[in-house]
């Protein structure tokens, strides 16, 4: 196995028993240990258990030829997103819909509670209007909440928006922002670690945190408690060496406990797109 081959990458990403993060954890050792050509054998004695060499054998076996597919970006690849290729245990291996070239543009990741009050989505529709005007593209995960409404406000002011997927392209999640998925692929970028057939699993979301927050230098938080995912992809900014920015809320509000909370611990606070503008690092390509 050549482990610096676009099509073993593929074939990985087809075979049941190697999951995405599995994928992301074999190319990180790859890296640090700078692997190359292996046997199957030693692949396997290396990331798998010994019982599994049969049923990745088969499974190998009945993975697609695709080398040569457009629609797939290989992490040794000029193509792929520089500021994820940084980031720890990156995806090897990116499936997408719609314009590449948008990762060619500037960029800043938004999230937040899948439960939004009327505040965070006007501060949401606020802050987002006056950023694709400057222009900036908005990335976000397609999650009902801030998401939905971040992808929607960068598409109804004449934005580019990006969205990462927990799933894969033939299995859209969740299924409410089917119609938002089909404008993003028509006028944005889908982006996916997951082959098309994969369907979105709870675990999907937190794993594909990483790569929101890795495709920008900064993550603006808008709404989230405590214990919101959102605050997973800010600390995942963190560590990845990005800024983090959030929304100030009502400090009687759940809602926004936990972006009162990032402010506080040091998080630059937003209250319109200046703010952002003013502190975000020199701009560049992801």
């Known amino acids: 196995m050549n482990l610096r081959d676009k099509q073993t990458w593929l074939e990985l990403a087809y075979c049941p028993s190697v ?120 990335i976000s995960g397609l999650a009902v909440g801030i998401d939905g409404k971040a992808h929607h406000s960068a598409l109804d002011h004449g934005g580019n928006t990006i969205a990462v997927l927990g799933s894969g392209l033939a299995n859209i999640y969740p299924k409410q922002h089917l119609e938002l998925a089909r404008r993003i692929a028509a006028k944005g970028l889908l982006l996916t670690e997951h082959h098309p057939s994969i369907k979105a699993n709870s675990w999907h979301f937190p794993e594909r945190n990483r790569i929101i927050s890795g495709l920008s230098r900064g993550t603006l938080v808008i709404e989230a408690a405590t214990s919101s995912g959102s605050l997973i992809t800010a600390n995942l900014a963190l560590d990845q060496n990005r800024l983090v920015y959030a929304v100030p809320g009502n400090i009687f509000d759940k809602a926004s406990s936990g972006t009162n909370q990032l402010i506080a611990e040091g998080a630059i606070v937003v209250r319109q797109a200046t703010d952002i503008l003013e502190t975000f690092p020199t701009f560049e390509p992801f």
């Open 19 to 138: 999951t995405a993060k599995k994928r992301a954890q074999i190319w990180q050792k790859t890296t640090e240990e700078e692997l190359s050509d292996i046997s199957l054998r030693q692949f396997i004695k290396l990331f798998f258990q010994p019982t599994k060499i049969e049923q990745l054998k088969q499974e190998l076996a009945a993975a697609p030829s695709l080398a040569n597919d457009k629609n797939i970006l290989f992490i040794e690849e000029n193509t792929y997103p520089s500021l994820l290729r940084e980031i720890y245990e990156p995806p090897p291996i990116l499936f997408y819909e719609g314009q590449l070239s948008l990762l060619k543009e500037k960029g800043l990741a938004v999230v937040g509670a899948r439960k939004m009050t009327p505040y965070g989505s006007h501060a949401t529709e606020h802050i987002i209007k006056e950023l694709v005007a400057c222009p900036l593209t908005i």
